[in-house]
């Protein structure tokens, strides 16, 4: 069984099936990417099992557990953790205190603010800052107001945030949407630092494809809400009705 085993999962919207009776394992430790056109329900498959969403119909389970339909922040305190298509930030607040929220609300379920009179909290709640943002680079840059940092910059502080609750597996959704090559590379080289020095499960969605065939260990393809393939990069690479679909024909 993987880590991550969702069956049968329908998103419904009015008259609109979004995901339609999706089945997907995730195996423990690889990088899963998932692709598609523009509105094949990518990000609604994700919202539905990060909790984001409710399904319509389909069980999600993790690591053992049946968690179909848990809010998110009972997700979060599964192991689960998203990054955002856009970062999301405290903007006013430093590098490191962004990272110290999340650390504190995803052991306690919610902020307190308080929190920093509580010894073992604060001792806690800072070794795991400390370690985030070192394994993203961004340690020499904690005292910065967040809204200082360069583009690039921002988006890593953002997985930061995702994995200040230590998850066992991780959703980045478009990591390297608006960046440049250089800050593409980047991110390509912390997704698999990730993996390996914090053993890592990483759910992939985005649009660059050498970004994927790089990093992905599996591919799912995503096509008006239903799975057409889930198989290695070359297989996907050299499937007919993937590039009918994804490209309209175009060899990818």
Request: net charge negative; charged share 25%.
């Amino acid at each position: 069984m993987g880590l991550l085993e969702v069956e049968g999962l329908t998103k419904n919207f009015g008259g609109l099936t979004a995901v339609d009776n999706v089945t997907l394992s995730v195996e423990r430790g690889t990088v899963q990417a998932i692709i598609g056109p523009n509105g094949a329900g990518k990000t609604t498959f994700i919202n539905c099992v990060s909790g984001l969403l409710e399904p319509s119909d389909g069980t999600v389970t993790f690591d053992g557990e049946d968690i179909t339909g848990l809010p998110p922040h009972e997700t979060v305190q599964a192991g689960i953790s998203k990054s955002f298509q856009t970062a999301s930030i405290f903007p006013t607040m430093t590098v490191e205190n962004n990272v110290q929220i999340a650390a504190f609300g995803a052991e306690h379920g919610s902020f307190r603010f308080n929190f920093l009179k509580r010894r073992e909290d604060y001792d806690e709640v800072q070794a795991v800052t400390e370690r985030m943002l070192r394994s993203v680079e961004l340690w020499g840059a904690r005292e910065e107001e967040a809204q200082n940092l360069p583009y690039g910059d921002k988006r890593r502080l953002e997985i930061a945030i995702a994995l200040a609750s230590e998850p066992q597996l991780l959703f980045m959704d478009e990591p390297t949407a608006g960046m440049s090559p250089e800050e593409t590379q980047e991110t390509v080289d912390l997704i698999k630092e990730l993996q390996e020095e914090l053993g890592l499960t990483i759910v992939l969605i985005e649009h660059d494809m050498e970004l994927i065939f790089e990093v992905a260990d599996r591919i799912a393809v995503l096509h008006r809400g239903a799975i057409i393939a889930n198989a290695t990069p070359s297989e996907v690479k050299g499937d007919p009705d993937v590039q009918e679909a994804y490209l309209g024909g175009v060899e990818i």
